[in-house]
């Protein structure tokens, strides 16, 4: 497998919060506490933190964070990345046309490598998830390798198709009603996805309406590039976009904290 890089999209405005204090990737969820030279250090706890610790633990070398006009709170708050031990690099995004050319952004950076993503306003436990999408990736040699979790709203999701082999046949992107269970909530993808996307995207004329990364996966599907499924079943994603699930995140980290979960 080539050189792993970790990519997160970060340019959103995240207005469903309504006013908030600061970018909702680095708005406290709670506190962890750690011992260091006897003493014991409380630090709070991020979503875009949890993402960067299990990027660390998958073995993934560098990141790249897509940032908008009201979002450079997040690189004053991350740094360089030296305090996680993996160095970040910075893409702005002026125009916001959606997630893929979010991304784009960072093609001449990271085309000839792995890639993981996350989205970092979103809480993926327990930490070792995205170890074993990327283990799952590079064992079957694919091109796109979804992680999917079961949700009762898949209209607030991008929602995966499988058919009665598991393999991966359509996405539906927030459907208003479907009978669909399994949406999908991280990835790992190849070289070959990333070229995919930059030409996708550069002969696509200036859109109507926002391209979402569903859009692209559908594409490259019928395109006919390796689709694997890596099924959480005993993972947890929280969105933490609205203030409903900011709270059931605050109350699923508090809980598996409790019973040593989150470790």
């Not at 082999?165 to 996405?171: D, E, L, P, W």
Request: proline share 5%; glycine share 8%.
């Amino acid at each position: 497998m080539s050189k792993l890089v970790g990519l997160f999209p970060a340019a959103g405005r995240g207005s469903r919060l309504g006013i908030i204090p600061c970018s909702k990737e680095i708005m406290p969820l709670g506190f962890q506490s750690s011992v260091k030279s006897t003493r014991e250090i409380w630090s709070p706890v991020t979503t875009i933190e949890t993402h960067l610790n299990a990027f660390h633990l998958a073995g993934v070398e560098q990141i790249g964070i897509v940032i908008g006009q009201d979002k450079w709170d997040i690189v004053r708050y991350l740094g360089n990345g030296e305090r996680f031990g993996l160095p970040i690099a910075y893409f702005y995004q002026e125009q916001l046309l959606g997630m893929p050319f979010a991304l784009d952004l960072a093609y001449a950076w990271v085309k000839d490598a792995t890639i993981l993503f996350s989205m970092p306003d979103t809480l993926i436990t327990p930490l070792n998830s995205i170890a074993g999408l990327a283990k799952h990736h590079e064992t079957n040699e694919a091109d796109v390798t979804l992680g999917l979790f079961q949700t009762s709203t898949p209209q607030k999701f991008g929602m995966v198709e499988l058919d009665a082999s598991g393999a991966i046949v359509g996405f539906v992107d927030k459907p208003a009603k479907t009978d669909l269970k399994l949406m999908w909530g991280c990835a790992a993808w190849s070289p070959k996805f990333t070229q995919f996307m930059h030409d996708y995207l550069e002969e696509s004329s200036i859109p109507d309406r926002e391209v979402v990364l569903s859009d692209l996966f559908l594409a490259a599907l019928k395109a006919g590039h390796h689709f694997e499924p890596y099924q959480l079943t005993n993972g947890h994603y929280h969105d933490i976009g609205t203030p409903e699930s900011f709270q059931s995140a605050v109350y699923d980290l508090a809980r598996q904290q409790v019973s040593d979960e989150f470790d």
